[in-house]
């Protein structure tokens, strides 16, 4: 725009010295139209307004169309003195009142009537051609002014006016060279442009420079383009070398400073780094190649990131352009608030190459790599907490390359990153590599820009723990490939694969090997879904397997649908099934919902629980067992019920000759994973038997607290003919202390005597009363027990088989003869009232009898006064009839032989 102006006032200033000393010529001949419509003017008016000795007035001038032409003058007023001119001399030319006119077009700037064309087509249009009659003559001019310039910008919407000032000096004679200087005013900032101009060689030497501009001023300029804001104040120097017909430009060296403020567009935001000023340079020996740089950037959001430095080389030559370069940026220290915060510790910084070929024949070619600055010590591991969830690996390392034309572009990409680590809630998950593969086939600028896409990812080995768990994935792949659809866009087609896994529980010795897993992933409407797989080939618990899973996964348009198959080697034939529905999209997102049925699976006959718990070898179980859970997982809560069956069920010790026979049992666990059953859950028995000791039946009300509580709330069966009840107990595991009760209500005394007194009993009579019974440190008691008759009813007992009531006791003895006497009146006796005492001395077993009655028969036994006691008459003598006798016998047993109990209860320990 202003080579124009500069151009056009020399040649005035040529014409009007040459009319002052040929002013006949010059006022009939040298307003020459067609060498100004050759400088590409389409319109030219002037005239002269006078000429005098000292002074020249002309003006004044219009260059285009009167209504707005690109270029008027409003007067040029020279300068002398009439010694001056008879030596070719103009000391001041001053031209004022200039007015350029331009307007923005889609493909430049255009001045109304003004054809640049015209002027850089022809180098001849400049000045007249050698030997023609209206050359210029040669003079000298000291300078020339040009004052009160404005340059009017039309935007279309906005109109914007710069006005300027110039200063020219002229070398020598005819105007072959010249210094100038030019002063613009935009918005009242100041910028200055200096030249040497050398109309003869048609170049010019220019110098550019802005300081401390106040950006602020064109503020509503920069609105013009959306949600665009820049502030602050900048500083900008420039040189270069132009040149005309034919246009070029050489030697350019351009620098701007940003001193401070901010670059806003949408979500991006940049500032000059820290109390540093943001450097962007430029550097071009011949305009077809270019060194640029940049530093001291900082981009704050969306995520701050530091641009050290970039430097790039342009290479423009006749068959291609070539961009290649190298980055320094460092992504900086953040934390981002809210549900779930986001938080970056350390500076991590990313160096970058990157290459752009685009022939002049068509199509083009990138690439951008970066490398590992662990390896070559430029920073240390990457941490990342999002939440709760802590991450920590080596910077990634990455290799884009892509290429294309105007209708068709493809880009490949690789990435690989090392020594992953991931923690939360004392849960750690470590990945040695993870490596990425992928392609995209696009249209540069297309509606549906994505034509199809591939990615795969590989993570040789997958280590969990924590929880009390341990893990190994192994050969872990994820693949998706993406592909238009007619009906749906692009379709998406993916792959999770496992190739092989464990997980451990040590606590509960639970260990599952063999895991794999194989799960198309479709996410296209209308299309058909293909089940995955997955397996777990041994599920073991302290070496002993239990059995596999096996399973298929059927992907849904917004769930995943579980169903799997659970066998067992321990228990052949059972066959419990698993649903589950894994909710992927909406709302719901993560949610699960899992149910676990176990139909009545029939124990093989004396199943050994020995196999499942090695503490109960030894006792055998039967009947039909059946279970049901239902769980589910919503916002991260798991909430669920489980139902447990027995029916018909068993339990043998045949060594120790316990038996329990016909147990129903239904047990509900309604707020899993709580192990917390409902109350009273009823557990009822047919029959149970320890040694000579049987129930015949009874029920249990029960209600497990705890994994390690269980919580008997009370009981009630069947013994010798009667009824007891038992009161509340509360068994812990690893408790040693227990105290119950059981209260007797007319149990048969026979019965009592032949269970627990190892003698044959029989008769009639009840007793009741209260058994306490403690269990401490691993040994049973009976505390002070005691049994009584019913007041106002008698019975009748029988005894035989009581020789262990002489045991120890030496024949001959009055001590001897009087268990004899009783011996005898217990094989058949009839009492009024009866009493029994239950107690543990030592290791013994004490049962202290009671009567008061009388023998049913004649006694074989006599009174001898010089002894003072009872002896046996001979067979056949005549024996005693007694009227009233009062009997009090203890029958002692060692415990463990009335009892096997001790391994029922390590086994519930």
């Given at each position: 725009?202003?080579p124009?102006?500069?151009?056009a006032?020399?040649?005035?200033?040529?014409?009007?010295?040459?009319?002052?000393?040929?002013?006949?010529?010059?006022?009939?001949d040298?307003?020459?139209?067609?060498?100004?419509?050759?400088?590409?003017?389409?319109?030219?008016?002037a005239r002269?307004?006078?000429?005098?000795?000292?002074?020249t007035?002309?003006?004044p001038?219009?260059?285009?169309?009167?209504?707005?032409?690109?270029?008027?003058?409003?007067?040029?007023?020279l300068a002398?003195?009439?010694?001056?001119?008879r030596?070719?001399k103009?000391?001041?030319?001053?031209?004022?009142?200039?007015?350029?006119?331009?307007?923005?077009?889609p493909?430049?700037?255009?001045?109304?009537?003004?054809?640049?064309?015209?002027?850089?087509?022809?180098?001849?249009?400049?000045?007249?051609?050698t030997?023609d009659?209206?050359?210029?003559p040669?003079?000298t001019l000291?300078?020339?002014?040009i004052?009160?310039?404005?340059?009017?910008?039309?935007?279309?919407d906005?109109?914007?006016?710069?006005p300027?000032?110039?200063?020219?000096f002229?070398?020598?004679?005819?105007?072959?060279?010249?210094?100038?200087?030019?002063r613009?005013?935009?918005?009242?900032q100041?910028l200055?442009?200096?030249?040497?101009?050398?109309?003869?060689g048609?170049?010019?030497?220019?110098?550019?420079?802005?300081?401390?501009?106040?950006?602020d001023a064109?503020?509503?300029?920069?609105?013009r383009?959306p949600?665009?804001?820049?502030?602050g104040r900048?500083?900008?120097?420039?040189?270069?070398?132009?040149?005309?017909?034919?246009?070029?430009?050489?030697g350019?060296?351009t620098?701007?400073?940003?001193?401070?403020?901010q670059?806003?567009?949408?979500?991006?935001?940049?500032?000059?780094?820290?109390?540093?000023?943001?450097?962007?340079?430029?550097?071009?020996?011949?305009a077809?190649?270019?060194?640029m740089?940049?530093?001291?950037?900082?981009?704050?959001?969306?995520?701050?990131m530091?641009?050290?430095?970039?430097?790039?080389?342009?290479?423009?030559?006749d068959?291609r352009?070539?961009?290649?370069?190298?980055a320094r940026?460092?992504?900086l220290?953040?934390t981002?608030?809210?549900?779930?915060?986001?938080?970056?510790?350390?500076?991590?910084?990313?160096?970058?190459?990157?290459e752009?070929?685009?022939?002049?024949t068509?199509?083009?070619?990138?690439?951008?790599?970066?490398?590992?600055?662990?390896?070559?010590g430029?920073?240390?591991?990457?941490?990342?907490?999002?939440?709760?969830?802590?991450?920590?690996?080596?910077?990634?390392?990455f290799?884009?390359?892509?290429?294309?034309?105007?209708d068709?572009?493809?880009?490949r990409?690789?990435?690989?990153?090392k020594?992953?680590?991931?923690?939360?809630?004392?849960?750690?998950?470590r990945?040695?590599?993870?490596?990425?593969?992928?392609?995209?086939?696009?249209?540069?600028g297309?509606?549906?820009?994505?034509?199809k896409?591939?990615?795969?990812?590989?993570?040789?080995e997958l280590?969990?723990?924590g929880?009390?768990?341990?893990?190994r994935?192994a050969?872990?792949?994820?693949?998706?490939?993406?592909v238009?659809?007619d009906?749906?866009g692009l379709?998406?087609?993916?792959?999770?694969?496992?190739?092989?896994?464990?997980?451990d529980h040590?606590a509960?010795?639970l260990?599952?090997?063999?895991?794999?897993?194989?799960?198309?992933?479709?996410?296209?409407a209308?299309?058909?879904?293909?089940?995955?797989?997955?397996s777990?080939?041994r599920?073991?618990q302290?070496?002993?397997?239990?059995?596999?899973l096996?399973?298929?996964?059927?992907?849904k348009?917004?769930?995943?649908a579980?169903?799997?198959?659970l066998?067992?080697?321990?228990l052949?034939g059972?066959?419990?099934?698993?649903?589950?529905?894994?909710?992927?999209?909406?709302?719901?997102?993560?949610?699960?919902?899992?149910?676990?049925?176990?139909?009545v699976?029939?124990?093989?006959?004396?199943?050994?629980?020995?196999r499942?718990?090695?503490?109960?070898?030894?006792?055998?179980v039967s009947?039909?067992?059946?279970?049901?859970?239902?769980?589910s997982?919503?916002?991260?809560?798991?909430?669920?019920m489980l139902d447990?069956?027995l029916?018909?069920g068993?339990?043998?010790?045949?060594?120790?000759k316990?038996?329990?026979?016909?147990?129903?049992?239904?047990?509900n666990f309604?707020d899993?994973?709580?192990?917390?059953?409902?109350?009273?859950?009823?557990?009822?028995?047919?029959?149970a038997?320890?040694g000579a000791?049987?129930?015949?039946?009874g029920?249990?009300d029960?209600?497990?607290?705890?994994?390690k509580t269980?919580?008997?709330?009370k009981?009630?069966f069947?013994?010798?003919d009667?009824?007891?009840d038992?009161?509340?107990?509360r068994?812990?595991?690893?408790?040693?202390?227990?105290v119950?009760?059981?209260?007797?209500?007319?149990?048969?005394?026979?019965?009592?005597?032949e269970?627990l007194g190892?003698?044959?009993?029989?008769?009639?009579?009840?007793l009741?009363?209260?058994?306490?019974?403690?269990?401490?440190?691993?040994k049973?008691?009976?505390?002070?027990?005691f049994?009584?008759?019913t007041?106002g009813?008698g019975?009748q007992i029988q005894l035989?088989?009581?020789?262990?009531?002489?045991?120890?006791?030496?024949?001959?003895?009055?001590?001897f003869?009087?268990?004899?006497?009783?011996?005898?009146?217990?094989?058949?006796?009839?009492?009024?009232?009866a009493?029994?005492?239950?107690?543990?001395?030592?290791?013994?077993?004490?049962m202290?009898?009671?009567?008061?009655?009388?023998?049913?028969?004649?006694?074989?036994?006599?009174?001898?006064?010089?002894?003072?006691?009872?002896?046996?008459?001979?067979?056949?003598g005549?024996?005693s009839?007694?009227?009233?006798?009062?009997?009090?016998?203890?029958?002692?047993l060692?415990?463990?032989?009335?009892?096997?109990?001790k391994?029922?209860?390590?086994?519930?320990?």
């Open positions: 725009m202003l124009i102006g500069v151009v006032l020399a040649v005035l200033a040529v014409l009007l010295m040459a009319g002052y000393l040929y002013l006949p010529t010059l006022v009939s040298f307003l020459p139209g067609d060498q100004i419509r050759r400088l590409g003017f389409t319109h030219f008016n002269i307004s006078s000429i005098g000795p000292y002074r007035t002309a003006g001038f219009v260059f285009g169309p009167a209504e707005q032409p690109a270029l008027s003058i409003g007067a040029i007023t002398y003195t009439p010694g001056e001119l030596h070719k103009i000391r001041r030319i001053v031209v004022s009142d200039v007015v350029v006119n331009a307007r923005l077009a493909d430049g700037i255009v001045f109304p009537g003004f054809d640049m064309a015209a002027l850089t087509n022809d180098r001849t249009t400049a000045l007249p051609p030997g009659a209206a050359a210029i040669e003079i000291e300078k020339l002014e004052q009160s310039g404005r340059i009017n910008l039309d935007l279309g906005a109109q914007v006016r710069i300027f000032a110039l200063d020219l002229p070398h020598g004679t005819g105007l072959t060279a010249a210094d100038l200087s030019l613009l005013f935009p918005r009242d100041p200055a442009v200096s030249a040497r101009v050398d109309l003869t048609h170049t010019a030497d220019v110098t550019f420079e802005g300081q401390n501009l106040f950006l064109f503020a509503d300029l920069v609105h383009i949600g665009l804001d820049l502030t900048v500083s900008v120097n420039a040189k270069t070398t132009v040149g005309w017909a034919p246009l070029a430009i050489r350019v060296q620098k701007m400073v940003w001193h401070s403020g670059l806003a567009y949408g979500n991006i935001l940049f500032v000059p780094t820290g109390d540093d000023a943001a450097v962007i340079s430029a550097e071009s020996a011949d077809a190649t270019w060194q740089g940049a530093a001291g950037l900082l981009l704050r959001q969306p995520v701050p530091a641009l050290s430095a970039v430097t790039a080389r342009l290479a423009f030559d068959d352009r070539v961009v290649t370069g190298d940026l460092a992504a220290p953040f981002v608030a809210g549900a779930l915060p986001v938080s970056m510790a350390d500076r991590l910084p990313l160096n970058l190459d990157f752009m070929v685009q022939p002049v068509g199509g083009w070619t990138a690439r951008l790599t970066s490398e590992n600055t662990v390896k070559t430029g920073s240390g591991p990457v941490r990342l907490t999002v939440g709760p969830v802590s991450v920590a690996a080596d910077p990634p390392v290799d884009l390359t892509a290429g294309g034309d105007a068709q572009a493809e880009a990409w690789s990435l690989n990153l020594s992953i680590r991931v923690s939360a809630h004392k849960n750690r998950i990945l040695p590599s993870l490596s990425g593969r992928g392609s995209l086939q696009f249209l540069p297309g509606a549906s820009a994505i034509q896409a591939e990615a795969a990812f590989q993570l040789p280590i969990l723990d929880a009390g768990i341990s893990g994935l050969r872990l792949e994820l693949s998706a490939r993406s238009p659809s009906s749906a379709h998406m087609a993916a792959r999770l694969h496992i190739g092989d896994g464990r997980f040590p509960s010795g260990h599952m090997k063999g895991i794999r897993l194989e799960l198309p992933l479709n996410r296209a209308g299309t058909r879904v293909k089940a995955g797989t997955f777990i080939t599920i073991l302290h070496q002993r397997t239990l059995g596999a096996k399973g298929r996964i059927l992907p348009a917004d769930a995943f579980v169903a799997a198959d066998s067992s080697d321990l052949p059972l066959a419990a099934t698993l649903h589950s529905t894994v909710r992927t999209v909406g709302e719901g997102a993560g949610d699960i919902d899992l149910t676990v049925n176990l139909p699976y029939p124990l093989p006959a004396d199943t050994d629980l020995g499942f718990l090695p503490a109960a070898a030894g006792v055998t009947g039909g067992v059946s279970a049901r859970a239902t769980t997982i919503k916002g991260g809560q798991l909430t669920g447990l069956a029916a018909d068993g339990l043998r010790m045949e060594e120790k316990i038996a329990v026979s016909g147990i129903q049992a239904a047990l309604p899993l994973p709580r192990i917390r059953s409902a109350p009273a859950q009823t557990i009822r028995f047919a029959r038997s320890m000791i049987v129930v015949d039946g029920s249990f029960v209600h497990v607290e705890s994994a269980f919580f008997v709330e009981g009630r069947s013994w010798c009667g009824k007891v038992t009161g509340s107990l068994i812990t595991a690893g408790r040693q202390d227990y119950a009760s059981l209260y007797c209500q007319r149990l048969a005394l026979s019965r009592i005597l269970q190892a003698v044959n009993a029989k008769g009639t009579g009840t009741n009363g209260r058994i306490p019974i403690a269990y401490r440190n691993g049973i008691r009976f505390d002070d027990g049994l009584f008759s007041p009813e019975g035989t088989g009581t020789d262990l009531l002489t045991r120890g006791i030496p024949a001959g003895t009055p001590q003869a009087q268990v004899e006497l009783a011996r005898e009146a217990l094989k058949d006796y009839a009492y009024n009232w009493k029994l005492g239950l107690v543990s001395e030592g290791e013994d077993f004490v202290r009898l009671q009567f008061d009655g009388k023998p049913a028969h004649p006694l074989p036994f006599v009174y001898k006064k010089e002894i003072g006691s009872f002896v046996r008459v001979e067979a056949g005549q024996g009839v007694f009227q009233g006798i009062g009997l009090d016998v203890n029958l002692r060692p415990l463990n032989q009335l009892l096997q109990y391994d029922i209860v390590n086994m519930i320990q």
